[in-house]
Structure formats: C-alpha cells, structure tokens
C-alpha cells in the first residue's frame, strides 16, 4: 500500500513537470538552444585548426563540455520554477515523502538531459563529423555513456541545485559547486566516448573499465545526494 | 570560556619539532641524488609537503563528520566546528599546492602537470573554495549551515579519491610509502620525516582549537552585544 502510494506520488511530480514543459517548451528549447550556441563557439574554437585535424580526437570533450553547462542550465531552470511559483512549499505541505521528491525530480532532470543530449548529438556528428571517418565502435556506445552519466549528473544535479537556488548566486553558484563535484564522472564519461568514437583495438575494453568508474560514481554519488536530499529540502 | 591548555602546547610543541626537522632534513637525513651524481636538493621539501598533505587529507575529515553531526543534531555548534576544520584544511591545502608547484618546477621542469594526483588535489582545492563561497552566499543562517554540512559531506568524497589515485592509476606523482621496490626510506629519512608529520598534526590540531575558541568568543560577544542593545 504504502509503496503503490509513493509511486503514484512520484508519478504526479513527474507528470506536473512533463505537463509544464509541455505547455512552456521551455527547458528543451533554451537547453536546445543552448547546445546550439556552444556548437557555433565550436567553430569559432576549431576555425584554424584547418581540415587534417581530425575533430573525432576532441569531440567527446567538446560534447560533454556542451552538455555539462547545458544540464547546469536546465537544473537551474526546474528549481527557478518550484521557487517562483511557490510550487516547492505546497510540495512539502502536501504529505508527500520527501525521497519521492528527490526522485521525481531526479527522473524529470534526466528525462530532459537525455531528450535534449540525443538532440543535439546527431546535430553536432552532422556540423563536425561529415566527409570524417565513422565511429570505430558501435554507437550505442555512446548512448550508454551518455545514459550513465546522465544519471550521476541528475542525480547529484537535483541535490545541489536545490541548494543553490536559495542563493544569491543561483546559477553562478550551482557551477561553483557542480563543475568540481562533477570532474571524476566527466572525466570518465569523456575516456569512455573516446574508446567508442576511435575505436581499435582495446578500446572496448577500455570503454566498459570507464563506465565501471561512471556507475560507481553514480552509485556513491547518488545515494548520497538522496541521503542528504532529506536534510537539505526542509530547510 | 576556559583555556585550552592542550592547544597551547601542541602549539608550541609542532612549532618546535617542525623547526627540528628543518634542521634535521639539511644537516642529518642524507640526500637522494640524481644518476649524475649531482645532490637532488629539491628532495628536501619532502619534510614540508608531505606532512601537509597528509594534514589537509585528515583535517578535511572532520569537515565531513561535523557536517554529518550537524545535520543529525542541528546544534549549531557542529557547524561552526565544521567551518574551522575547512578553514584549517585551505590553510594546508594551499601550503601543498604552493610547496607542490616548486618540487615540481625544479623536478619535472613545468609548473604544473595535468596527472591524476596534481588534478585530482587541485579538484579538492576548488570544493574547498567553494564551501566558503556557498556560505557567503546564503543569508538564512539554518539553510547556510545545513548547505553547507551538505556540501561538505559531498565535497570529501574526493580526498580519498585524490589520496588513492597514485596507487590506482598511472602516475608520475612519486609514492614513497608501499609503492614497490623503489618506494620506502632510509632509517635517518623516515625519523626526520615522522617528525615532521607529527609536528604538523599538532599545529593542525593546534589551529584548529584556537580558532575555535576565538569563534566562540566572537560568538559570546555577539550574543552579549544583542542582550545589551535590548
């Protein structure tokens, strides 16, 4: 009983910030929009470094690059909605588990991310990668990698910024506090793309030694980031 | 507010035997030098910035078990105790790096080294930062300390992780202790370097009660101040 109630609450969380996006379009276009930009920076960054530069040696950084500022931004976004519209005190009013909480937001964060990152994915192969060799390894590679990080980034992303949007800084504030907690998942989110994007032999192996270290990141991480969920909400 | 004697003395002791190892780490423990035959003198900082490395690590500790009790008690005492504890951990954090830096200017020619550990203690360098950079940034002292034990608690996850890296990944950052045949020292460099180590230990635990007794003074007065403006 008790659990069948707190996966209908959860569902309900979910399901209110599915309808508002829905409704606004907000989160998907500005991250949308968002990716774009950094791709157009991109350009600007690797304008001379002329065309026998092989793009695929730097792209998992500049994917991930894309995508860490971008999911700072969307994070940013879904707290600045609870706040303004007072949403967060009737969620706490309301005799809703506070786990849930963490959970549905945690689920709508990934949702969003993975929505926008599979976007702009096949946007940033047909700006940078066209006329390049294709990827060495199988691609749903990197749908894995994009999964696993997605989620430690959503997970300890809901935690903190459900902080930093109590503030001053806000969205300054959740980069100062993001982007360091953040480097070992990112840094083996980039090793693990660039053994599915060069391929060749090893690589393989090389790629699922760097995803072991992502789910374990996303195991500590996010359990701890539920533990203190709790503490933090209330306040 | 009582006197902590304890304090005092480890204060003045770990003044002393830091000084002793200076001494000792030039006139008595015998050089390393390079195949060449030349003396290698940058070795001598070892006495300096392994001891603060290693207090940085297990002061940042108490930032996290602070952070911890806090958020089981609430007192507030736990929070202020927590903030020394970073305070102190920047204190030695910065030493290392800057002491880091030299070593490896003189040793691998370049000021800095994208390697694991170099990476890793600067990651740890920027949490640290950022801990005093969220405090500032809330005004609601409940949210302040409870951010703050939060993050805190998050932020330590990467010393154990920057402590273990040299011995998980590949890296140039020298192990000296159970690193392998090359690793371990000789009697006269390991006593120079235990007393180092113990010597920085009770400055930290030194700087750690001192500035919590003058935080808690600080605090009284305020507290007075408001009784006294009523």
């Given at each position: 009983m008790a659990k069948s109630n707190s996966w209908r609450q959860f569902k309900a969380i979910l399901r209110k910030d599915l309808v508002m996006e829905l409704r606004t379009k907000e989160m998907i276009t500005s991250m949308g929009l968002y990716a774009l930009l950094t791709m157009v920076v991109y350009q600007i960054a690797l304008?001379?470094?002329?065309?026998?530069?092989?793009?695929r040696l730097v792209m998992p950084g500049l994917i991930w690059v894309a995508f860490i500022f971008m999911s700072m931004l969307g994070l940013n976004r879904s707290f600045v909605h609870e706040k303004d519209q007072g949403c967060i005190d009737a969620l706490l009013l309301s005799p809703v588990d506070r786990p849930v909480i963490f959970f549905a937001k945690f689920a709508g964060n990934l949702l969003f991310l993975m929505v926008v990152e599979l976007l702009s994915l096949p946007v940033f192969s047909f700006l940078f990668l066209q006329g390049r060799e294709g990827f060495g390894n199988p691609v749903w590679l990197v749908g894995v990698v994009l999964l696993g990080a997605s989620i430690g980034i959503s997970g300890v992303g809901t935690l903190l910024a459900t902080m930093t949007v109590n503030t001053k800084g806000k969205d300054v504030m959740l980069a100062v506090l993001f982007v360091p907690i953040m480097y070992p998942l990112l840094r083996a989110a980039v090793g693990a793309t660039f053994a599915a994007v060069i391929g060749g032999p090893g690589t393989v192996q090389a790629f699922w030694l760097y995803m072991a270290w992502v789910a374990g990141f996303d195991v500590i991480m996010v359990a701890i980031a539920y533990a203190l969920y709790e503490f933090v909400i209330g306040v | 507010m009582k006197r902590n004697p304890l304090a005092e003395i480890m204060l003045g002791l770990g003044g002393v035997l830091t000084t002793a190892a200076f001494f000792m780490a030039f006139f008595w423990a015998p050089g390393t030098s390079y195949p060449d035959g030349r003396?290698?003198?940058?070795?001598?900082i070892f006495y300096f910035h392994v001891p603060v490395a290693e207090a940085s690590f297990l002061v940042f500790i108490f930032t996290a078990y602070y952070g911890i009790r806090f958020l089981m008690t609430r007192e507030r005492i736990y929070d202020t105790k927590a903030r020394i504890a970073t305070e102190v951990t920047l204190f030695f954090v910065l030493l290392t790096m800057a002491t880091g830096i030299l070593w490896t200017r003189v040793e691998w020619g370049v000021w800095w080294q994208w390697e694991p550990r170099l990476t890793t203690y600067f990651i740890l360098t920027l949490l640290v930062i950022a801990y005093f950079v969220l405090r500032n940034s809330v005004e609601d002292e409940e949210k302040r300390a409870v951010y703050a034990s939060a993050f805190g608690i998050l932020a330590f996850v990467d010393a154990p992780i920057s402590f273990f890296i040299t011995r998980w990944l590949n890296s140039i950052?020298?192990?000296?202790?159970?690193?392998?045949?090359?690793s371990g020292l000789e009697t006269s460099m390991l006593i120079t370097f235990i007393v180092a180590q113990v010597g920085m230990l009770m400055l930290g635990y030194a700087f750690y009660q001192l500035r919590l007794r003058e935080e808690e003074l600080r605090e009284r007065l305020e507290a007075l101040k408001i009784e006294i403006g009523d």
């Open positions: 304008a001379e470094a002329g065309d026998s530069f092989d793009v | 003396v290698d003198f940058a070795q001598k950052h020298p192990i000296v202790f159970g690193g392998g045949e090359s």
